[in-house]
């Protein structure tokens, strides 16, 4: 079996208002328990918004540290999810239910072992 990490990535700005939100994470609750009982979800984690983000880059015999995000952009890594599938087709499979709750990009990529 291979693990693959199933990244979901959102726009930047406000939390959508409840009555979006709260339907959304009612079948992301329920995918999430499918995928347990499947026995194919490892581990899953929702973040905090980029600007909470420390970053620390190596620069000569230093090691700098800055506020915020990595990068600037328009949209950032919301969240992710591991899952252990026999092979990249399983894996899409599990990630096409995560665009269609969320209706936002899910970048899918094998975890070295």
């Known amino acids: 079996m291979n693990q693959y990490v199933l ?12 009555e979006i939100l709260d339907p ?3 079948e992301l609750t329920a995918l ?7 026995g194919v979800w490892v581990f899953s984690a929702g973040m905090h918004p980029p600007e909470t983000a420390t970053v620390l880059r190596a620069e000569g015999d230093e090691v700098l540290v800055t506020d915020g ?3 600037e952009g ?11 599938v026999e ?3 399983a894996a899409l499979h599990w990630a096409r239910h995560y665009a269609e709750i969320l209706r ?3 970048e899918v990529r094998p975890a070295r072992s």
Do not use: C, W
Request: glycine residues 8%.
């Open 74 to 84: 328009k949209e950032h890594l919301g969240g992710f999810t591991v899952i252990r």
């Open 69 to 71: 995000p990595f990068t």
């Open 104 to 106: 936002l990009p899910i």
């Open 32 to 38: 999430n328990a499918e995928m347990q009982t499947a």
């Open 24 to 26: 959304m994470m009612r």
């Open 87 to 89: 092979d990249l087709d």
């Open 7 to 18: 990244s979901i990535y959102q726009p930047d700005g406000p939390v959508p208002e409840p």
